[in-house]
Each structure stands twice: as structure tokens, then as C-alpha cells.
């Protein structure tokens, strides 16, 4: 059955999806998300599930937490996330990669309202945080550790999902906030949201640009002094209508532009210029059945970029570029969620099933002219995906709750895997304790251009390639302690972690192609401590230490440092004051190094560094409060990545209001 067949199948099935049925229940990672407490996640099984029955680390950052951060983009809002490297190279709307627990950056799967957007075009299939802003988001979930048993490739090191706003509860309510700032940084968002006679809507606008600063360390010679900015838009449109207790239509329009500077490092490029688009929609329904205990899903959509980098000869280079790089991801997929309730012993069961269909084509074109000589690289492919899936969730006994994933799926041109994930959860409440454990199996595919790319150099792609995989294992502990009536004065826990990585993709220069013959591990310990002594005060202290190493060399991989960590505390001293320092920390870490001269030594330590961010928010009245943000007060100088200069001591101020 071709691929077009399915979409055809999927699109009949949202149409016919809707007999009459009972309640209606919330099924797929992040649709209408406004009933969801801080403590119920979506992501972490596909169906909404306290975070204490979860055997997983899962983090959420809600809209207050936002809010309360003062965050700008996404990669803002992770930094303080355990067992998560953040690496932007440069200030705000550059590339950024996100390393979770050591793996690869394309071992980070990234979902919008549980859709799969990485790249296909991009390198490894990464995605690039860089050109995310927050405004139209409700909450982020981060679930680390191996999660293709629920959500298929690249699902190695975990699944970050990006959760738009849902309605309101108003029949329309107006939102936004306006802030500028330095580097002539401006931000402005405005959006109305609401439900009415059945029908629910979402829509935003968001702007961001800044001059930026300069790419280029201070210490490289060659550094002109030339800024290098972004400037960033983000449309958004939900749309639903509910039909009684039968079920629900609704859909999903998401538009981004990123327009940014480049430098072609460690040498400043004043007319190398990137821009990344990326179009995302989906349309699905759901029916109730049985009584409201089965909910039943289809959704079909599509994930579109088109990313485009432009460079031209200037007075210190002759260096020329006009790359350009468009993939489309087409997919349909129907889950079926069934709360089962008490089953021949157990209680709360929750079987999750589905099967989807995805069709990605990739069309690129490289050409550069550089002190190398000419380059060039070409790739037009397509690729079909099939997958199944189950999910089961059940309380074993008052103190036990046990989750077993199974995923199976069925590429059209490399070979098939099965996905596991097991793990249970036992509270221990003579102890005030939950113990958690799990085990599980990920992979991440083969790109196309891995596949079928070629290049002027002789490189053709390997069509023999099987997917890169690993084996993840995890346990840990987590502990609530009452103190003066309080119940969670004090929250603590640890997680250690071990994943084994086999058949990564690596380049054979020999035979001018890309091999598996890769190994690599990772292992490492993730604490938390988050102390609440009074409703004014609340402090979270997050450490990791991680080792990350390529087996078949045994040098650390590069990007990860062993040891990071992150210190938060809210203050709120008045009714209507509220601010708070962030301290995050960055360990050594290896990378790759230039010296003040531009030149490439190789690998090399790059140094740690500390920042401290503040961030406060004054309440002119209930719906509309000034707020400000500080990003590192002390002016430190530092390289994310050596060669990239960090950003200095920036101010944002602004204004944000609902009605």
C-alpha cells in the first residue's frame, strides 16, 4: 500500500472518528492542556499520568515557571534542567544543541503538541533550539532517558515536548507582554484565546530581533567587532469544537522564521546570513467510547523546513556560499487510550495502542568556494515509516506502579527494530520515599543524506546502513520531608543512569562513505534539592555528574562536562513583588580548539564557566505586571563552544498583561 494511500486512510478516519460515546478524555501529548496540574504529564506515556507513577526523570516547565524566569526562548528555559547541556554558538536565535545525558544532539527528539519536528535535512537529523521562542507555549516536558518505545527514532537520550497554550476558559481573553532591551533587543507577543457553544481557539503572534553581539571571542586576532543578529516570528493557530459526549475536531497551525548573522569561525563573516522556516500543521478527532473509557485518535499533519545560509566575498575573505536545505514530513497516525481501570489484580490500567504512517523527503544543495576550493553536496530522497506501538500503565499494588512500552517499526529502506521500555515505581511512605527503576531500548535512523548523499569530493551515501541503537538503564530515588506543617518543605532525590550506544554512524575516509562502527557510553548521576521553608521563598539546586566516551578511542566526547549544575531561588518578599538569582554552572569539557591566532589545535579542554541571571516581576494590578531580566550580572566572559563567544551582561525590561 503506498504512502499516499494512508493519508488517505487517516483523513477518512477523522472524518468517520466520531460515534456517540460518553466523557471526554485527554489522550495525545498536548492538546488542550489547560486542566493539567504541574503534576500530571502527558509525554511520558502518551496518556495523562501523575508524575510520581512516571520511571522516568521528567521535568516541567509550566507558564509560571516561565513567566517567573523570565525566559525568552527555549534553550533559556532548559538550562537549569538536570542531565541537559545547552551550547548555543553565540547570543540569542543562534544554532543551539541540547545533550541530554551525554548523548549525541540528534539522540533529542523534539515534539510540538506530541508531532516529531526534527529536521530531516539537518545534520545527523538534530534539532536546532536556537529558534524557539516561548510566548505561544503552555509548557515544556522533558523526558529523559529512552523513549522510542512511545515515539520511535532518534528518541535516544530523551524526548523534549513543546506544548502550545491551550484555550481559555474565558469565552475570549486577550494576552501579551512587550519588552526591549540591550543590543537593541525588542520582543513583542499579542494573542486571544477562548471557548464558545463548543468551539475553542488559541491564536498568537511573536516577534523577537536584537543586533546581537559579536560571534567572535574577544582573543581572536582576526575580530572585527561586527554583531551578528537575529530576528524571529512565531504564528500560532488552534482551533476545536467539541460534539457533545461523542468526541472532538480540532487543528493545529504553527509557523516560525528565524533570520540570523553567521561567522564563519574562529573569522568574522559580515555577509554570511542563515534563515530557517518551519511550517507545522495538524489536523485530527477524536471519538469517546465505551462509556468514556476508550478514546480514540487520529490525527494527520505535516512538519515542513526550509532552511537557506547565503555568504559573499568581503574585505577579509573571499569566501562564498549558497547552501540550501528543504524536507517535508507527512504523517498520520491513529492511538487508542483505554482506561481499563481494575484488571485481574491490577488497578488504574491504562493501555495506550496506535500504528502511524510518516513519508519524509529531503531536497538539498551545497555549493561553497572557500581557501579548500569548491564544494559541493546534493541530496533528493524520500523515505517511508511505519510503526506500532503499546503502552501499559498499572498500579500493582498500593505501593507499586509498573509501565511496559513496546514499539515495532517498519522503515522502507533500512532494516526494522523493536523498542523496549519497562520500569516500575515503589513508594516507601514509611520513609516518605518513592524508588524508581526502569531499563530500555532506543534508536535513531539513518539520515537520507547518510543513505543517498553525495558530494563533489567522491562521498556517496551508504545504503546499507541499520540504525544506530543503545541500551539504557536507570534507578534512583526521590523523597518528600514535612517540616512545621509544611508537607514538602523539603524535596530530594538521585538518579543514576547508564546508556550503552552500538552502530554509530561514523565517516570512513577511505572508502568515502559513513559506516557503522561506532561505540559510545555514558553514565551519570542526577540530584536535585528543592527547599520551600515559607509560601515566600522556594530554592532548587540541581547538580549532574556525567561521563560520556567514545568506547572505540576512549577520549570524552566533546560538548559534555562531567560536572554542571544550576541554583535557583524565588523570592516573593511583597504581595506584588517577586524576583529571584540563577546561578548555572559549567564544567570543563572537551571541544574542539582555536588559539588567538584563528588556528585549529585539535581537541582540547575548553574552560568552565559560571553565570547569574535575575529576573524579577512587579504587579502594577492582577492582570498586568512589569518584569525585567538580567542575563549574566557579572559580565564573565566565556565560550559555549570554543571559538563562540558568550553573551555579556544583557538587561531586558517589559510589560505583560491578560484581559
Given at each position: 500500500?503506498?504512502?499516499?494511500?494512508?493519508?488517505?486512510?487517516?483523513?477518512?478516519?477523522?472524518?468517520?472518528?466520531?460515534?456517540?460515546?460518553?466523557?471526554?478524555?485527554?489522550?495525545?501529548?498536548?492538546?488542550?492542556?489547560?486542566?493539567?496540574?504541574?503534576?500530571?504529564?502527558?509525554?511520558?506515556?502518551?496518556?495523562?499520568?501523575?508524575?510520581?507513577?512516571?520511571?522516568?526523570?521528567?521535568?516541567?516547565?509550566?507558564?509560571?515557571?516561565?513567566?517567573?524566569?523570565?525566559?525568552?526562548?527555549?534553550?533559556?528555559?532548559?538550562?537549569?534542567?538536570?542531565?541537559?547541556?545547552?551550547?548555543?554558538?553565540?547570543?540569542?536565535?543562534?544554532?543551539?544543541?541540547?545533550?541530554?545525558?551525554?548523548?549525541?544532539?540528534?539522540?533529542?527528539?523534539?515534539?510540538?503538541?506530541?508531532?516529531?519536528?526534527?529536521?530531516?535535512?539537518?545534520?545527523?537529523?538534530?534539532?536546532?533550539?536556537?529558534?524557539?521562542?516561548?510566548?505561544?507555549?503552555?509548557?515544556?516536558?522533558?523526558?529523559?532517558?529512552?523513549?522510542?518505545?512511545?515515539?520511535?527514532?532518534?528518541?535516544?537520550?530523551?524526548?523534549?515536548?513543546?506544548?502550545?497554550?491551550?484555550?481559555?476558559?474565558?469565552?475570549?481573553?486577550?494576552?501579551?507582554?512587550?519588552?526591549?532591551?540591550?543590543?537593541?533587543?525588542?520582543?513583542?507577543?499579542?494573542?486571544?484565546?477562548?471557548?464558545?457553544?463548543?468551539?475553542?481557539?488559541?491564536?498568537?503572534?511573536?516577534?523577537?530581533?536584537?543586533?546581537?553581539?559579536?560571534?567572535?571571542?574577544?582573543?581572536?586576532?582576526?575580530?572585527?567587532g561586527e554583531e551578528d543578529g537575529s530576528e524571529i516570528t512565531t504564528l500560532t493557530g488552534k482551533l476545536g469544537y467539541d460534539i457533545g459526549n461523542a468526541g472532538r475536531v480540532d487543528a493545529l497551525l504553527r509557523y516560525r522564521r528565524n533570520e540570523f548573522d553567521l561567522d564563519n569561525v574562529p573569522y568574522d563573516e559580515p555577509n554570511y546570513s542563515g534563515e530557517n522556516e518551519h511550517f507545522l500543521y495538524k489536523l485530527g478527532a477524536e471519538a469517546y467510547l465505551l462509556d468514556g473509557s476508550l478514546t480514540s485518535r487520529v490525527d494527520v499533519g505535516q512538519s515542513r523546513h526550509d532552511r537557506s545560509f547565503t555568504n559573499r566575498p568581503d574585505a577579509f575573505s573571499a569566501n562564498l556560499?549558497?547552501?540550501?536545505?528543504?524536507?517535508?514530513?507527512?504523517?498520520?497516525?491513529?492511538?487508542?487510550?483505554?482506561?481499563?481501570?481494575?484488571?485481574?489484580?491490577?488497578?488504574?490500567?491504562?493501555?495506550?495502542?496506535?500504528?502511524?504512517?510518516?513519508?519524509?523527503?529531503?531536497?538539498?544543495?551545497?555549493?561553497?568556494?572557500?581557501?579548500?576550493?569548491?564544494?559541493?553536496?546534493?541530496?533528493?530522497?524520500?523515505?517511508?515509516?511505519?510503526?506500532?506501538?503499546?503502552?501499559?500503565?498499572?498500579?500493582?499494588?498500593?505501593?507499586?506502579?509498573?509501565?511496559?512500552?513496546?514499539?515495532?517499526?517498519?522503515?522502507?529502506?533500512?532494516?526494522?527494530?523493536?523498542?523496549?521500555?519497562?520500569?516500575?515505581?515503589?513508594?516507601?511512605?514509611?520513609?516518605?520515599?518513592?524508588?524508581?527503576?526502569?531499563?530500555?531500548?532506543?534508536?535513531?535512523?539513518?539520515?537520507?543524506?547518510?543513505?543517498?548523499?553525495?558530494?563533489?569530493?567522491?562521498?556517496?551515501?551508504?545504503?546499507?546502513?541499520?540504525?544506530?541503537?543503545?541500551?539504557?538503564?536507570?534507578?534512583?530515588?526521590?523523597?518528600?520531608?514535612?517540616?512545621?506543617?509544611?508537607?514538602?518543605?523539603?524535596?530530594?532525590?538521585?538518579?543514576?543512569?547508564?546508556?550503552?550506544?552500538?552502530?554509530?554512524?561514523?565517516?570512513?575516509?577511505?572508502?568515502?562513505?559513513?559506516?557503522?562502527?561506532?561505540?559510545?557510553?555514558?553514565?551519570?548521576?542526577?540530584?536535585?534539592?528543592?527547599?520551600?521553608?515559607?509560601?515566600?521563598?522556594?530554592?532548587?539546586?540541581?547538580?549532574?555528574?556525567?561521563?560520556?566516551?567514545?568506547?572505540?578511542?576512549?577520549?570524552?566526547?566533546?560538548?559534555?562536562?562531567?560536572?554542571?549544575?544550576?541554583?535557583?531561588?524565588?523570592?516573593?518578599?511583597?504581595?506584588?513583588?517577586?524576583?529571584?538569582?540563577?546561578?548555572?554552572?559549567?564544567?570543563?569539557?572537551?571541544?574542539?580548539?582555536?588559539?588567538?591566532?584563528?588556528?585549529?589545535?585539535?581537541?582540547?579542554?575548553?574552560?568552565?564557566?559560571?553565570?547569574?541571571?535575575?529576573?524579577?516581576?512587579?504587579?502594577?494590578?492582577?492582570?498586568?505586571?512589569?518584569?525585567?531580566?538580567?542575563?549574566?550580572?557579572?559580565?564573565?566572559?566565556?565560550?559555549?563552544?570554543?571559538?563562540?563567544?558568550?553573551?555579556?551582561?544583557?538587561?531586558?525590561?517589559?510589560?505583560?498583561?491578560?484581559?
Open positions: 500500500m503506498s504512502f499516499r494511500s494512508y493519508l488517505l486512510i487517516g483523513s477518512a478516519l477523522c472524518a468517520a472518528a466520531l460515534p456517540a460515546a460518553a466523557v471526554r478524555a485527554q489522550t495525545q501529548p498536548g492538546d488542550n492542556v489547560a486542566q493539567l496540574m504541574p503534576h500530571i504529564v502527558i509525554t511520558a506515556t502518551r496518556a495523562e499520568t501523575e508524575l510520581e507513577r512516571v520511571p522516568a526523570r521528567v521535568t516541567v516547565i509550566d507558564r509560571e515557571a516561565i513567566d517567573r524566569g523570565g525566559y525568552q526562548s527555549v534553550e533559556e528555559a532548559l538550562r537549569t534542567v538536570p542531565g541537559i547541556s545547552v551550547v548555543r554558538l553565540g547570543g540569542p536565535g543562534q544554532q543551539t544543541s541540547v545533550f541530554m545525558r551525554g548523548a549525541n544532539s540528534d539522540h533529542v527528539l523534539v515534539l510540538v503538541d506530541g508531532v516529531p519536528v526534527n529536521d530531516p535535512s539537518g545534520a545527523g537529523g538534530a534539532y536546532n533550539f536556537g529558534d524557539d521562542l516561548v510566548g505561544d507555549l503552555e509548557r515544556i516536558e522533558v523526558v529523559r532517558g529512552p523513549v522510542s518505545s512511545l515515539y520511535g527514532s532518534n528518541a535516544i537520550g530523551g524526548v523534549i515536548n513543546l506544548i502550545t497554550r491551550a484555550p481559555s476558559r474565558k469565552k475570549a481573553e486577550i494576552f501579551g507582554q512587550a519588552a526591549g532591551g540591550s543590543h537593541g533587543t525588542a520582543q513583542a507577543q499579542a494573542g486571544l484565546r477562548g471557548r464558545s457553544d463548543g468551539f475553542d481557539y488559541m491564536v498568537s503572534a511573536e516577534h523577537f530581533r536584537t543586533d546581537g553581539v559579536n560571534l567572535s571571542p574577544s582573543r581572536i586576532a582576526r575580530n572585527t556560499t549558497d547552501d540550501s536545505y528543504e524536507s517535508v514530513r507527512s504523517f498520520a497516525e491513529m492511538q487508542n487510550t483505554y482506561r481499563i481501570g481494575d484488571l485481574a489484580g491490577l488497578r488504574d490500567t491504562v493501555l495506550v495502542f496506535g500504528g502511524s504512517a510518516a513519508r519524509s523527503t529531503v531536497e538539498t544543495s551545497t555549493n561553497s568556494v572557500s581557501v579548500w576550493g569548491p564544494f559541493t553536496q546534493s541530496l533528493d530522497a524520500d523515505s517511508n515509516d511505519y510503526a506500532l506501538y503499546t503502552n501499559l500503565q498499572a498500579r500493582v499494588t498500593e505501593r507499586i506502579d509498573v509501565t511496559a512500552g513496546l514499539r515495532y517499526d517498519l522503515p522502507d529502506d533500512y532494516g526494522n527494530t523493536l523498542t523496549y521500555r519497562i520500569g516500575a515505581v515503589v513508594a516507601v511512605p514509611e520513609i516518605l520515599t518513592r524508588f524508581s527503576g526502569a531499563v530500555g531500548t532506543a534508536y535513531k535512523a539513518p539520515t537520507l543524506y547518510d543513505r543517498y548523499g553525495v558530494d563533489n569530493y567522491g562521498y556517496r551515501g551508504n545504503t546499507g546502513l541499520n540504525p544506530e541503537e543503545s541500551v539504557s538503564w536507570e534507578v534512583g530515588f526521590e523523597t518528600d520531608l514535612p517540616v512545621r506543617g509544611r508537607a514538602q518543605a523539603v524535596s530530594f532525590g538521585a538518579t543514576y543512569f547508564k546508556t550503552d550506544t552500538e552502530n554509530l554512524i561514523t565517516n570512513d575516509f577511505a572508502l568515502q562513505t559513513v559506516v557503522n562502527i561506532g561505540e559510545a557510553s555514558s553514565e551519570g548521576v542526577e540530584t536535585f534539592l528543592t527547599l520551600r521553608p515559607a509560601d515566600w521563598i522556594e530554592t532548587r539546586l540541581t547538580y549532574t555528574w556525567m561521563q560520556a566516551r567514545n568506547e572505540d578511542t576512549g577520549q570524552l566526547l566533546l560538548r559534555r562536562p562531567r560536572h554542571q549544575g544550576a541554583l535557583a531561588v524565588d523570592l516573593k518578599p511583597a504581595r506584588d513583588f517577586s524576583f529571584g538569582p540563577e546561578l548555572v554552572y559549567v564544567g570543563s569539557r572537551l571541544d574542539v580548539a582555536y588559539d588567538d591566532a584563528g588556528n585549529f589545535l585539535g581537541n582540547r579542554p575548553n574552560g568552565s564557566y559560571t553565570l547569574v541571571n535575575l529576573s524579577g516581576a512587579y504587579q502594577l494590578r492582577e492582570d498586568v505586571s512589569l518584569f525585567g531580566k538580567v542575563y549574566n550580572l557579572f559580565d564573565r566572559e566565556y565560550e559555549p563552544s570554543n571559538g563562540f563567544a558568550g553573551r555579556g551582561l544583557t538587561a531586558l525590561v517589559g510589560v505583560r498583561g491578560s484581559f
